[in-house]
């Protein structure tokens, strides 16, 4: 493995990152005992203080009980969170090869800016992909490489491995490749054989993984990529607590690749950038149990995907097919006209007359590379899969 067994991490991060001093917050010495380092209100919540006047006339001031310590600054490195991730990605070796971040979408971020000098360096993306890698780039002022994906044929939604590599290995710019397994919108993991080879060339940059949508592919189909972190020292691997876990609303993404990778995201992080009670709730959720009721919860949307959703979306009128590898939590569907050509009227028609007028959103993607004349559908609730097949069905059988 050439690119792996030398890889020079120091070679692709930034100068100034390399020499940054980072902020070193009070947390970072100490936690316990009576705190009066970081100037935090010692009566802790005052909403829920209790205040009453005494004989003089001035305030007496009883703080509340606070469980949750929230009047103090959170853990800066969430590492109860990060040591329960390893309960979840066993290969990982410990937690100093974990980050969280607020989102994946800042941990995208914080990879361009530690790795890519804004107006001379280049991100590697994957079309149809994830849209926040090229938004990333573009706000940071990092150039964008297009290697599309295998787009038709039984590879549809796999890597063009020589075109990556080809593309990757002739531009010394390059500083990321972006993987995204399951993709998004194509909803296919990618091939094991493909991401090594990509990890095994003489790319000398970053190799990326965003696994956001792991938990649901099928365990015939494959495994996190994590497994490969302690063998390939150029693999990051992203995932995250919105969609298996249903914690969209905490914002909290994981990031797995060398400690010192992980170090040089830590010291370009805010110092406090995760809440209390997003860590509290991550840490609750990755608990045994919690990570027990997280596979059950997947094992049942992939099987109304499979056993409900599919099939039911096939037989529709103007459905053509449902491409990809169905291995995330949703499925993109392919509508065409009566002469059987890939219409994005018809997609499009559907997506508008639903949000606008039936009270249910889906996602059009017409405009996506590979994906012309389709919608993305989110598996829902057993109710809601039903209401999508039951209001499609209606307004399909009204299209000549």
């Known amino acids: 493995m050439p690119a792996a067994s030398s890889f020079d991490i120091k070679r692709i991060i930034r100068p100034n990152i390399l020499k940054l001093e980072p902020y070193r917050c009070a947390r970072d010495d100490y936690s316990e005992g009576i705190l009066l380092d970081a100037n935090e209100n010692s009566y802790g919540p005052v909403h829920q203080a209790r205040i009453t006047q005494s004989n003089a006339g001035s305030s007496l001031i009883e703080a509340q009980p606070d469980s949750q310590q929230l009047h103090r600054y959170p853990d800066p490195m969430g590492l109860r969170v990060k040591q329960r991730i390893l309960q979840l990605r066993p290969s990982i070796p410990s937690v100093n090869n974990v980050f969280l971040g607020v989102g994946s979408d800042e941990v995208i971020d914080l990879l361009v800016r530690i790795t890519c000098q ?15 890698y090229k938004v990333v780039a573009s706000i940071n002022d990092v150039g964008i490489v297009k290697v599309p994906l295998i787009v038709e044929g039984e590879d549809i939604f796999q890597l063009d491995v020589d075109a990556v590599i080809q593309s990757a290995c002739s531009d010394e710019t390059v500083k990321i490749i972006w993987l995204c397994s399951p993709g998004n919108p194509t909803g296919t993991r990618l091939n094991e054989a493909d991401v090594r080879r990509v990890l095994e060339s003489d790319y000398r940059g970053l190799v990326v993984v965003d696994e956001a949508y792991v938990d649901f592919v099928r365990a015939d189909r494959g495994e996190s990529y994590a497994k490969l972190v302690a063998e390939y020292p150029n693999l990051f691997v992203m995932q995250t607590m919105s969609k298996s876990f249903g914690l969209a609303g905490i914002r909290l993404g994981i990031g797995m690749g060398s400690p010192e990778l992980v170090q040089y995201l830590n010291n370009t992080k805010a110092p406090y950038s ?21 596979r059950q919860v997947a094992a049942s949307l992939c099987q109304q995907r499979d056993e409900f959703l599919i099939p039911e979306l096939r037989a529709l009128p103007h459905v053509a097919a449902i491409i990809g590898g169905n291995d995330a939590n949703f499925v993109l569907c392919r509508f065409v006209d009566s002469n059987g050509r890939v219409s994005n009227e018809i997609a499009k028609g559907l997506y508008t007359e639903m949000a606008e007028n039936r009270g249910l959103v889906v996602r059009y993607r017409g405009g996506d590379y590979g994906c012309e004349g389709c919608l993305r559908i ?16 209606t307004l399909l059988a009204a299209i000549p």
Not at 279 to 286: F, H, N, R, T
């Open 378 to 393: 989110t598996v829902g609730t057993i109710e809601e899969n039903r209401v999508v097949i039951d209001t499609m069905r």
């Open 274 to 294: 995760l809440s209390t009670l997003a860590l509290d709730v991550a840490k609750e959720a990755l608990s045994t149990e919690g990570i027990a009721k997280m």
């Open 118 to 132: 804004p107006g001379r360096d280049s991100i590697l993306v994957t079309p149809p992909t994830y849209g926040m």
